[in-house]
Each structure stands twice: as C-alpha cells, then as structure tokens.
C-alpha cells in the first residue's frame, strides 16, 4: 500500500494534538504516539474531504539533532520509520494519527527487528481501538 500525499501530517496543530492526547506505544528504537482524529469539526471543507476519499491512517516523523544526530542521520531515521509506516498501514486503525518520534537505535538496527517491534507494539492497539 502506497503512503499517499492525504496521509502526512503537516499542520503543526495536528502534530501538537496527538503528542498532547495520543497513547504512548514504545518500540525500543521509537516512540509511536496514536490519537484518534476528529474527523467531525463543523467545517464543510471536512465533510467533503471525508466523503471523497477514504479514511486512512495519517503520519508524522520527526528525529530531533539530539536524539539521532546530524541531518544525514535524521533523514536516514525518518526514511526508515516511513517505510515501516508504509508497510504496516493494513494494521493500523483507520482515523488515527500517529506521531513517530525517532532514537539513534532506529539507525543501526535491522529493518526486520523494528518491523516486529512495530507490528507488537501496535498489533494489541489496532485491535483495541477498532
């Protein structure tokens, strides 16, 4: 499954939103906060966008210089939570955001260890929250 334009979290609100009320889920080399989404705000531009197109779970990735280290490292640490983000979206929970927070442990561990990491720790959420 492709990780499609609408599915990134620009607006800095929205990335507050869930670091202020999403469910903390530790994942060893990352922290993955999820909040469910308020899809019913009032606005008609909300109503449209949600009649349009289907609810898919959106994402946000940051890795600060203090905790992985220079920009070569943070976008190599981002790039590898995308792709884990990429292909595991069939697990996650539809109309949630989720806020992935990078450690220098993302850089040096392999991709299969933090894809299982990943799936157990939100494998049990996903199954909760639907």
Known sequence: MRYRAGQHIRRQPDIRRVRTRGRRHDCGAFVVLSAPRDTADGTPETAARSLKTPAL?????????????????????????????????????????FLFLARRAVLDAPFAVLARNFRAALGGAAAKTS
């Open 57 to 97: 779970p959106r994402a946000a990735f940051v890795a600060s210089r203090v905790a992985v280290g220079n920009a070569v490292l943070r976008n190599r640490a981002k790039r590898r939570l995308r792709e884990l983000f990429r292909a595991n979206q069939d697990i996650l929970p539809p109309d949630t955001d």
